[in-house]
Every structure is written in structure tokens, then in C-alpha cells.
């Protein structure tokens, strides 16, 4: 039996040693992985996206998007190198309707102009997908990537796969019987897939420039009313993007072309003329505008709401946040006017698209903030 010691006596070497506390999982994720440098791999992912998000509307605006009637992922990285390669090409597109109906007797010339649009377009798509895959399996195979990240990062580009089959879908839509561009049903989807690709990476850019512990403190402070409302402000943005589409995809932006009013009225002309009656409001030029309007004014509105509750938060970053996505919704309601205005030229309408990518990433952040509140050093510099 080991003798009892003195409660003044000094405890030599001998002692028994007290085991270190490992650290948590939060520690442990300070100490492993690359979340610097996941985040700038990101960063250049979502700047790929925007410049597709543009080049995709210029495809369209430039009617090159049926240029090319095949679908070959591979073999497709390859454009015509010869004077037969380019004939064959020409003679595929000679084929369909948007050439017998709309561009008979087009020259080689003009057709290789909308070909090499269509052609930069899909192979920026190959370009993001390869980035992706370079920077992904790169960080998978060093194990760089944070931990719970893995699932998060396969993800994106599953979604990037998915995209581009169904860009091959809304493509092969317009090849066939009298269309003369593709179904602008199949356009919105397109288009709503890139902008929930863009928002997600966002995201993840957003969290990854924070530690885990610091997210953890910070969420306990969020702020769930201003959370939730911009969550629904943000929904809205993501329909009336949709819309948009819907109005791009059938021209309804050269259909009217006066503000407030529509042809002189309230309500547009014909509005409810195709039949079964729900088509008009998704086919009916007029009827799809006049939604993208109303819509446009109730987007408003609701900032406007969010804006004002914004301006109680504790927190000047949250409130700068919300200032600047406020001065943007209204920057992009004075672009859609002038787009409307000016029959939708080809510059006023990627304006406007690239707004709308603008009013997405800012409101994002306002939202990430909302709920986790990065705190302000008294001398207003943030800590």
C-alpha cells in the first residue's frame, strides 16, 4: 500500500502524470485541411460560372445556340480543322428548322460566326468541368479537403454533369418540327440549374472563410427573423429569375415596350388568347412580361420590408450588407426598365443578367451574415 502523502508535501517526478486533453472536433478541423486554398479553387469556379451565365446569354441573343446539332462531350473539344469538316457541319444545320424557316440561304461565312459561339460556349462548360475535377480529386487525393467537405464539393460537380445534359436537352428541343429557337420551358431550367450552381458555390465560399469555431460561436447570435425573411427574399429572386428566362426565351422583352403601362394599359393586349388558358402564362408574350413586372414589383416591396428590419440589427456589417443589396434590387428594376424600354437590345439585356447574378451574391452574404453575425471592434474594424 502506497504511503499517504502530506498535503503540504512537494510531489517529486514520481508523480503520476495527468493525460493532455485531446482536442475536439472543431480544433481538429483548424489543423487539417486546405480551407484557403478549397476557397480560391471555389472563387475561380464561380467566376467561370458568371462568364458562362453571360456567354450562354450572348449565345442565345446572337441565335447561335442551334448551331451545332450534335452532342458529343468528347470528340466535341475538336472544331472543324478543314473545308470538309466545316460543309459537313454546315450541311447538319441546313437540316433543321430554325435554317429552312428562318436563315435560308445563310453563307458558310455567317454560319461558322454562330457556330464558333456555340462552340465557346460548350467548351467553357468543358473548361469548368475540368477545373473542377483538376481541383477536387487534387485536394481528395493530398486529403486537403476540410472535413465534412468531400460530400459537399462531389456535389458541385454532379450538378455541373447534370447541367450540361440538360443543356444537350433544351438544345435538341429546337431541332425538330417548326421551332425556331429552344423551348423556353427547357431554357428556365438551364438557366435556374447555373444560378443554383452559382449560389451554392457561393456558399461554401462564404463558410469557408471562417473557421468551423468561429461559424459555431457566431450562429448563437444570429439573427432568425432577418435569417428567415431573407431566405424568402431570396426564393423570390430565384422565381422571378425563371420568369426572366421564360421572358428571354420567347423575345416577350421586345413585346412591349412602354413603362408603367402596357400598349397604353394596365394589362397587356390578348392576354389570355392561347388555349388551354394556362399556357399564357408561360407561352403568351404579353401575359409573361406582365408577370415578370408584377413580380418585380413585389420583389421590391419585400426588400424593402427585409431593409427595414435589417436596420435593428446590432451588427454594422449586417446592416451595410443589407444596404447594398437594397441599392442593387433597385439598380436591377431601373435595368429591366431600360431593357423594356429600349426593345431588349443585346448589351441592355446582359446588363440586366448579370444584375441579377450581382442581386443573388449580395443577398447571399446578408443572409450568411444574418445568421452568422461577424462581430465589430469598437474602433469599427471587424474582429
Not at 447570435?221 to 428566362?245: N, P, R, Y
Not at 415596350?257 to 388551354?276: K, N, S, V
Not at 404579353?286 to 418585380?296: D, Y
Not at 440589427?313 to 436591377?332: C, E, H, I
Request: hydrophobic letters at 50%; a positive charge; zero cysteines.
Amino acid at each position: 500500500m502506497s504511503k499517504k502523502r502530506s498535503i503540504f508535501e512537494e510531489v517529486g517526478s514520481d508523480a503520476p502524470q495527468t493525460a493532455t486533453p485531446s482536442p475536439g472536433v472543431i480544433d481538429r478541423a483548424k489543423r487539417t485541411g486546405a480551407r484557403g486554398a478549397v476557397r480560391v479553387w471555389l472563387m475561380i469556379l464561380f467566376a467561370l460560372v458568371v462568364i458562362m451565365i453571360a456567354v450562354g446569354g450572348l449565345t442565345r441573343l446572337t441565335d447561335s445556340g442551334l448551331s451545332i446539332t450534335v452532342w458529343a462531350p468528347l470528340s466535341g473539344a475538336i472544331p472543324p480543322l478543314t473545308e470538309a469538316d466545316w460543309q459537313a457541319e454546315f450541311e447538319l444545320y441546313r437540316q433543321i428548322p430554325e435554317y429552312q424557316l428562318q436563315n435560308k440561304g445563310m453563307t458558310l461565312s455567317e454560319f461558322k460566326f454562330i457556330y464558333w459561339w456555340e462552340w465557346g460556349h460548350r467548351q467553357l462548360g468543358r473548361v469548368i468541368g475540368l477545373v473542377w475535377a483538376l481541383g477536387f480529386f487534387g485536394f481528395l487525393v493530398t486529403r486537403k479537403i476540410p472535413p465534412g467537405w468531400t460530400g459537399r464539393l462531389a456535389l458541385l460537380g454532379a450538378l455541373g454533369g447534370l447541367q450540361g445534359a440538360i443543356g444537350w436537352w433544351m438544345v435538341s428541343s429546337g431541332l425538330t418540327g417548326t421551332m425556331l429557337d429552344v423551348a423556353s420551358y427547357r431554357l428556365a431550367v438551364h438557366l435556374g440549374l447555373a444560378f443554383f450552381i452559382l449560389a451554392l458555390i457561393a456558399w461554401y465560399i462564404l463558410h469557408l472563410g471562417r473557421t468551423e469555431a468561429d461559424l459555431l460561436q457566431a450562429r448563437r447570435s444570429g439573427e432568425k427573423k432577418l435569417f428567415g425573411m431573407t431566405t424568402g427574399l431570396l426564393h423570390l429572386s430565384f422565381v422571378q429569375i425563371l420568369i426572366g428566362a421564360l421572358v428571354a426565351g420567347i423575345d416577350a422583352g421586345r413585346t412591349f415596350t412602354d413603362w408603367p403601362l402596357m400598349a397604353g394599359g394596365f394589362l397587356p393586349l390578348d392576354m389570355w388568347d392561347l388555349d388551354p388558358v394556362w399556357r399564357n402564362l408561360f407561352e403568351n408574350p404579353g401575359t409573361v412580361q406582365f408577370i415578370h413586372r408584377i413580380v418585380g414589383y413585389v420583389l421590391i416591396l419585400l426588400a424593402i420590408g427585409v431593409w427595414v428590419v435589417a436596420r435593428k440589427s446590432p451588427n454594422v456589417l449586417t446592416k451595410r450588407a443589407y444596404d447594398w443589396v437594397a441599392v442593387m434590387l433597385f439598380g436591377q428594376i431601373v435595368l429591366g426598365i431600360v431593357t423594356v424600354l429600349n426593345a431588349a437590345p443585346w448589351y441592355w439585356a446582359i446588363a440586366h443578367q448579370f444584375g441579377a447574378v450581382v442581386l443573388i451574391a449580395l443577398i447571399l452574404r446578408a443572409r450568411f451574415l444574418a445568421r452568422y453575425p461577424k462581430s465589430i471592434s469598437i474602433r469599427g474594424a471587424a474582429a
